[in-house]
């Protein structure tokens, strides 16, 4: 965030300057820096090397000659384009004088308030005044990936009764109605029982939109804009320059208001000194094998650390002695029963530790030995998740439906609901640990919550925080949508579907209980054909609807159809 000038007068004599690179943990975290250099924007060498040399501060007069080729002060009617502006002041400006421009009546649209939402929050604005007609640009992701935070479009309708407007996409010229949207203020709080409490304390309802025929350099960034207008003149701070010229994807498609100047690149030389003063990549390179033996006996250590389920358990016991439950006395047999074998746990994962210690200290990168330690860990997960299993699972399995009927034992059955959870979690974590692509707990067996709970009422998860894949099967199972399970669970929606998508690489769910044969078959076919990076230049080459969350079930079919093979 912008640093105020009052905060500043108090911070600086704490911190050398207000970047990240300043603060006393990244200085102490020897952190390695990898510069990530391959652009994919620009294609054009020569726009490539201007734009670098205007990020350093070290721009020819022969580079600003050749931007100031693409000085054209006539305003173009093309609604592709977008000006780029150094103030608010001068782009709210641009934007009302073309929405003056349509001869249409105005729609006004208000967001809905609840509770307490302090305006200068606001995500967009309380009031938004659109036209058909209007271009407008979006200011958040949607979880389907219907739209994104900076995608451009133009709004074509709208439904009053359902209070939706139908906007049609610059980029591909494909139409959509959208709804309004929910941000939450929320505040996080430490109860009585030292635990972390969400409180909601308003919500604001509203279009994630705004004009767009200008936007601000600072709202501009992470866009790409084949059509740029801007004008530089006036600008005012490190680093706009380079953010407003690098949005365009070739000087052709840049359109320069007023000339560029040298006064108007502004370079801020302690950026420029950290950059220079990053190693590079060779130096990275050689401290990575030792990085990565690091990481690896860290991750190892944490899933087996069993010292926040025994504090959890003590917890309970604590409760337990404090209360009015009802058999308190024989409650108590059986939680201490379980803290017992979690106990054992805990001194086997000390030990365990101890070791992994040792074998690293002694045995180095050595593969043979990396290999020996990769195999007394999958060991490791294997007795370790049997154990919680049947000496703390299948026991509180039972208990707690035996128990939640009872009188007075609300708050009782919350904390062990929770625990059980957080077991679960472990479990999880302990059959999932992945070490340089390799799963050590891919052999392990396999124990479900769901056939654990057969034979006795289900266990829904009370906490919001630490739940497992299993809650959301449970729910899916229970014939509840994506969007029903994601209320419930206070989660996106696109984190339901990347629990799906682990069900269905399970074969827990069969992918065409989750979209059409005919499209399972058309985009297994554009996996095997299409050559691509990431799932975003997959969905461009596709050339057809997809979200990201079927792109990772499709991904996750895929990995059970060969497992099965």
Known sequence: PVIKDYAWDVLKHYYRTGYFFSSHVFQRCNAL???????????????????????DGIATEEDLKLLNQQYSPKELEDEEIITLCTHNIIADQINQKKLAEIEEPIKKLKAKITGKFNENAYPVDEEIKLKIGAIIMFTRNESEG?????????????????????????????????????????????????????????????????????????????????????????????????????????????????????????????????????????????????????????????????????????????????????????????????????????????????YLSRWIREMGADEAYIELIYTKTSKGINYFTEQIYEKALKPLSIHIPEYQVKAKTKKYIKLQTEFYDQLWNKMDRLCSLTIEDDNLGKDAKIYKRSELEMDSQPIISTSKKGATNDITLQLYRDGLTVKAISEIRSMA?????????????????????????????????????????????????????????ELNQIKAHRAWLEAKD
């Open 493 to 549: 929606a696109s984190t339901i579907d990347t629990h799906l998508a682990h069900w269905i690489k399970e074969g827990e769910i069969p992918i065409t209980d989750l979209m059409k044969e005919e499209k399972v078959a058309k985009m297994m076919e554009s996996f095997d054909t299409i050559k691509f990076e990431g799932f975003g230049d997959l969905r461009v080459k596709m050339g057809y609807d997809v979200s990201y969350g």
């Open 33 to 55: 820096c990898v510069e990530l250099t391959k652009v994919y924007r620009q294609k054009d060498d020569i726009f490539l090397d201007i734009l670098n040399r205007i990020r």
């Open 146 to 354: 219907l739209y994104y935070n900076g995608k451009i479009a133009k709004v074509l309708n709208y439904d009053r009764e359902e209070d939706l407007i139908r906007v049609e996409f610059i980029d591909d010229k494909s139409t959509s109605w959208i709804e309004k949207v929910e941000w939450k203020n929320e505040k996080y709080t430490i109860n009585a029982e030292n635990t972390i409490e969400l409180e909601v304390l308003g919500e604001f309802i509203q279009f994630p939109v705004r004009l767009a025929w200008a936007v601000t350099v600072h709202k501009s960034q992470g866009l790409t804009l084949n059509k740029a207008r801007m004008d530089l003149s006036k600008s005012f701070a490190a680093g706009q320059a380079y953010v407003a010229l690098s949005r365009c994807t070739s000087l052709e498609g840049l359109t320069l208001i007023k000339p560029v100047t040298a006064r108007n690149v502004i370079v801020d030389p302690r950026i420029v000194e950290f950059h220079n003063a990053m190693p590079d990549l060779s130096h990275a390179m050689t401290a990575l094998p030792e990085a990565k033996k690091a990481y690896s006996l860290e991750s190892i250590r944490k899933v087996f650390s069993m010292s926040k389920l025994v504090d959890r358990v003590e917890e309970i016991q604590d409760y337990i002695s404090d209360s009015s439950i009802p058999h308190k006395d024989r409650v108590y047999i059986i939680v201490d029963k379980i803290k017992k074998q979690l106990l054992n746990l805990l001194a086997v994962s000390t030990d365990f530790d101890g």
